[in-house]
């Protein structure tokens, strides 16, 4: 399982940023701390739940990393998380910021985590102007990813609320 699950992780990481040119940062990159524990995603999942952090809008890796690290520090040092929410969180600046990633439980929507992946935009979208064009396409491009390489759900089951 250690090895299918690196090998697919490397073919998305690879054809999300060569064929898509989809980036995905991460949390070395952003300088995320090791979790204090982990607990495995099953293999067959029946969600994706999209959020957004309610917090500050950032659009440059750099705004965006120390977003990451806020909020790492933030769930781990305020809330006793054992990480960060999310498996992944979109940034302003259009790239995909690495959370708890693929294959780790979250700790974003109380009794769905188990059965999802958490993914967030960074920023409050109930009064922040969202950058569409690189924000949807992010994330419509993960969630094929995700769908098709890692858990073979087909898309028409999977019910999406935005």
């Not at 054809?15 to 949390?27: D, H, P, T």
């Not at 965006?64 to 781990?76: A, D, K, P, V």
């Not at 439980?105 to 979208?125: L, P």
């Amino acid at each position: 399982m250690a090895f299918k699950t690196f090998f697919t992780l490397f073919t998305v990481l690879l054809c999300a940023n060569a064929v898509f040119g989809v980036k995905i940062i991460s949390r070395a990159t952003w300088g995320g701390r090791s979790p204090t524990s982990r607990t495995t995603l099953a293999s067959r999942l029946s969600y994706v739940i999209i959020h957004h952090t309610a917090g500050t809008y950032c659009s440059t890796q750099t705004a965006c990393s120390q977003q990451m690290r806020n909020m790492q520090s933030y769930h781990m040092d305020s809330l006793g998380w054992a990480d960060i929410g999310y498996n992944f969180l979109i940034g302003g600046d259009g790239q995909v910021y690495e959370g708890r990633g693929w294959s780790t439980v979250g700790a974003h929507a109380t009794n769905w985590n188990s059965k999802s992946i958490g993914i967030s935009f960074m920023g409050n979208y109930n009064s922040e102007r969202l950058r569409i064009e690189f924000k949807l396409f992010s994330i419509i491009l993960l969630i094929v990813l995700l769908l098709q390489t890692m858990f073979q759900l087909p898309l028409r089951s999977l019910p999406l609320r935005l």
